[in-house]
């Protein structure tokens, strides 16, 4: 099945992008990859805050964070703004 739209790999550099990121799956672009310690994590939610892409979702029900690697580029925003330092980014 042939898609109307060009994926990231198609688009010539410094190309633009003709649609949300939301739905232009960036996660591939990664390096790195955020681990979470859950035992230092004290939930303040700035990750959520500072995540550029969107990737890391507040889950009320289980009261927690996700990444959602599918849209995580491996920036370190994330972990660079924790307080306690409860991400660490890991080379894939």
Do not use: H, Q
């Not at 649609?19 to 960036?26: D, E, I």
């Not at 805050?49 to 996700?66: N, Q, R, T, Y």
Request: net charge positive.
């Amino acid at each position: 099945m042939t898609s109307k739209y060009k994926g990231w790999k198609e688009i010539a550099p410094a190309g633009v992008c003709s649609k949300s990121s939301r739905t232009f799956l960036t996660g591939d672009w990664k390096t790195y990859t955020p681990i979470l310690d859950l035992e230092k994590c004290i939930r303040c939610l700035i990750c959520v805050m500072f995540c550029p892409d969107g990737a890391i979702i507040w889950v009320p029900d289980k009261k927690d964070i996700e990444f959602d690697m599918s849209f995580c580029k491996g920036c370190g925003i994330c972990a660079n703004e924790c307080p306690t330092k409860a991400i660490e980014m890991k080379l894939e």
